[in-house]
């Protein structure tokens, strides 16, 4: 996603009305779309670590052109995401797609196992 195509949608967000309408809970407060900038990844350690996790999240879901996907690295991930009352899918992950095989396999390597 490019720089304007985030502040864009972070625009059309705040105008659906990001305030509980439309069911986008959004504390507008906390967000100043006017100081979103591009960095690069190299000049902070914050950018470097979500573009770790975003690219183990990619290689999971995205198949490769020999029709293989990684989930590895979202495996090992599995316990640092971010769960919404135990779901992982809505607020710790969302999905674009509309295969629900796809999704439910994602989501299985994003499974806690506690028996490890």
Do not use: P
Request: aromatic share 10%.
């Amino acid at each position: 996603m490019s720089y304007e195509e985030l502040t864009g949608y972070l625009a059309k967000l705040m105008a659906a009305g990001g305030s509980g309408h439309n069911g986008i809970q959004i504390d507008w407060g906390a967000i100043d779309i006017g100081t979103v900038r591009a960095i690069n990844h190299d000049q902070m350690a914050g950018l470097q670590i979500a573009d770790a996790v975003a690219s183990g999240a990619f290689y999971a879901v995205h198949r490769s052109i020999y029709g293989e996907t990684e989930v590895r690295y979202l495996n090992l991930m599995r316990r640092l995401i971010y769960r919404h009352k135990g779901a992982v899918s809505g607020y710790g992950m969302k999905f674009w797609c509309t295969d629900n095989d796809e999704i439910k396999r994602v989501l299985a390597a994003c499974a806690d196992q506690d028996s490890e």
